[in-house]
């Protein structure tokens, strides 16, 4: 493991707003946790950087704001189609940061970490990245942020 971090660490409140995402504290939260690992340490120059979003119900209170308003007959705002797919945050991440390897989502069947930490040993292994971003995120049942943990994997490092 090459650097970690969490969302909420001591001192932490709600993660700051993100550009271009609304209603719900998915996409800032990914940001938030992200950002704070990759400035603890950067891939090396020139690696190709991965980036593996796993989360088991993905945006769940966008989901449901989308069931609600479509159920009582609203209009759902452009925003939405564009946020409601977990690829859009991550490629924000990889565009923020300058990650040029691929972006994978992942919902996990089981342990999240260790889905996740498959699924990097696998593009490290197979030469598409050098290193690898991991994203665990979840929301409760009533839409509340559980955390998030961000991991930098490179080759040879184990989590």
Do not use: K, Y
């Amino acid at each position: 493991m090459l650097a970690e971090a969490r969302w909420p660490e001591p001192g932490d409140g709600s993660p700051p707003p993100l550009p271009g995402f609304v209603h719900s504290s998915f996409a800032p939260l990914v940001a938030a946790v992200a950002g704070r690992c990759l400035r603890r340490r950067t891939p090396p120059a020139g690696s190709r950087c991965a980036v593996v979003l796993v989360s088991a119900a993905g945006d769940r209170p966008s989901a449901d704001h989308v069931r609600a308003t479509v159920a009582a007959g609203g209009r759902i705002g452009p925003l939405f189609f564009f946020q409601s797919v977990p690829n859009s945050v991550a490629g924000h991440v990889a565009a923020r940061w300058g990650l040029d390897g691929p972006v994978v989502c992942l919902s996990p069947t089981g342990n999240p970490r260790a889905d996740a930490v498959a699924e990097a040993e696998l593009l490290l292994h197979d030469g598409d990245a050098d290193v690898a971003l991991l994203v665990l995120v979840e929301h409760a049942p009533d839409g509340a942020p559980t955390g998030a943990v961000a991991v930098l994997l490179g080759e040879g490092t184990s989590p």
